[in-house]
């Protein structure tokens, strides 16, 4: 991302952040990375922090981790979010198919189902402030919302390429946030004295070739998304990366508690030494 985009982003977000004095000491963010099912690890993250007594005060996320940080900063507990999802592990709930011209599918069912969670329509609503990060195809640029609709630039946070169709809101269309920052930590690193990154997507290094263009399209993007994700591991404090996670399918629901577990473990022994 070019220095005058993130200046951009950055004093969009600064605008809101500021407005309800987040600029503080003693504050705590959490950026929740990208990872389709493989996010389900950042539910035990949260217990982590709930048996810490350890309550954040910004937030951010990308793809997965998007719904992940605006369910969290709703007030859902990590057993409700959890129960969100146990009611629905049909993955045809998530996705449907589309005539595959901009993506095999489509997000609209996953939406209505979100917006059945969610307690509040607007980021503004959120009981912790919540940054959602997303990729403007149109512009070529990283974007993170403070403000506004929450279902809506939730899903263009989780629109994969060629996986999921762009997702267009106003006048630009727009796809997952991974594409360039699958570790949202540069959205808030200036709103917080202690950063915890949730990387949920280690590469899978025993990787073998299928005659796929889904599976090839999602080898692709992990690549990509491990070499994007170094910069902003850098920026945090603590990084939570539960390597049980990586030969993990990102579309296998059925894996949520297992996930759930792998957050667990990786986030109770690198937050271990974590003050209140």
């Given amino acids: 991302m070019k220095a005058s985009q993130i200046k951009n982003n950055l004093a969009t977000i600064n605008g809101l952040l500021k407005r309800i004095g987040l600029l503080k000491q003693d504050s705590l963010g959490v950026a929740f990375g990208g990872g389709g099912a493989k996010g389900f690890s950042h539910i035990g993250t949260m217990m982590v922090l709930r048996d810490l007594g ?25 057993a409700e979010i959890r129960e969100c999802f146990v009611e629905s592990r049909n993955l045809n709930d998530f996705r449907e198919w589309t005539v595959p011209k901009d993506g095999f ?114 080898r692709a993007f992990s690549l990509g998304m491990k070499a994007n994700v170094v910069a902003d591991m850098n920026l945090c404090d603590y990084v939570v990366i539960p390597r049980a996670l990586e030969q993990s399918n990102v579309f296998d629901l059925a894996s949520l508690d297992r996930n759930i577990r792998y957050g667990y473990e990786a986030a109770a022994e690198t937050l271990k030494n974590l003050k209140k």
């Fill in 105 to 218: 599918f489509k997000l609209d069912r996953f939406a209505k189902l979100l917006e059945s969670w969610l307690p509040v329509k607007n980021l503004e609503e959120l009981q912790i402030p919540t940054v959602v990060c997303a990729t403007n195809l149109t512009r070529g640029t990283q974007v993170g919302w403070c403000k506004g609709e929450i279902v809506p630039r939730v899903m263009a946070s989780c629109s994969m390429p060629v996986i999921f169709k762009p997702w267009k809101i106003g006048s630009y269309y727009y796809v997952d946030g991974g594409v360039m920052h699958n570790l949202p930590a540069w959205a808030i690193r200036n709103y917080c004295t202690t950063l915890i990154g949730c990387n949920c997507s280690p590469l899978d290094r025993t990787y073998k070739y299928k005659d796929s263009i889904v599976d090839i399209a999602l």
């Fill in 54 to 78: 350890i309550r954040p005060t910004v937030l951010s996320g990308v793809s997965a981790g998007s719904v992940a940080a605006v369910l969290y900063a709703a007030g859902l507990t990590p």
